[in-house]
């Protein structure tokens, strides 16, 4: 049964950081490779940020140069530095294998960037 806990959301202002989490157990993570999405309330769930097995990284445009995701094989987690934060980030911040399956969403964890 594999698991996914996503950790690391908040409130914070405009232009603030934040450092997401996301532990994995039940499969044999570092071959996966992982990938941060999130929904916004009355849009549908988008993927900003994932990373191969190998390290390769890629990014949705709207976060291009703000966000940055990030593995400890060793720990089983996959993290999400999130710098510059604006209104428009504020979403529910899941994470999953890049090529998503169903069953494997978390509850996510909420981020809200507001003043």
């Known amino acids: 049964q594999v698991q996914l806990v996503e950790s690391g959301g908040g409130l914070v202002q405009p232009g603030g950081s934040l450092r997401l989490s996301c532990a994995a157990s039940?499969?044999?993570?570092?071959?996966?490779?992982m990938g941060w999405y999130r929904q916004a309330p009355g849009k549908q769930r988008e993927l900003v940020a994932g990373?191969?097995?190998?390290?390769?990284?890629n990014y949705a445009d709207s976060v291009k140069g703000r966000f940055t995701i990030s593995r400890d094989n060793a720990k089983r987690t996959v993290y999400l530095q999130m710098n510059s934060l604006k209104p428009e980030d504020t979403a529910v911040y899941y994470c999953?294998?890049?090529?998503?399956?169903?069953?494997?969403w978390g509850q996510g964890t909420q981020v809200t960037v507001s003043s």
């Open positions: 999953n294998l890049m090529r998503a399956i169903p069953g494997y």
């Open positions: 039940g499969t044999i993570f570092s071959i996966m490779d």
């Open positions: 990373i191969t097995s190998g390290g390769s990284t």
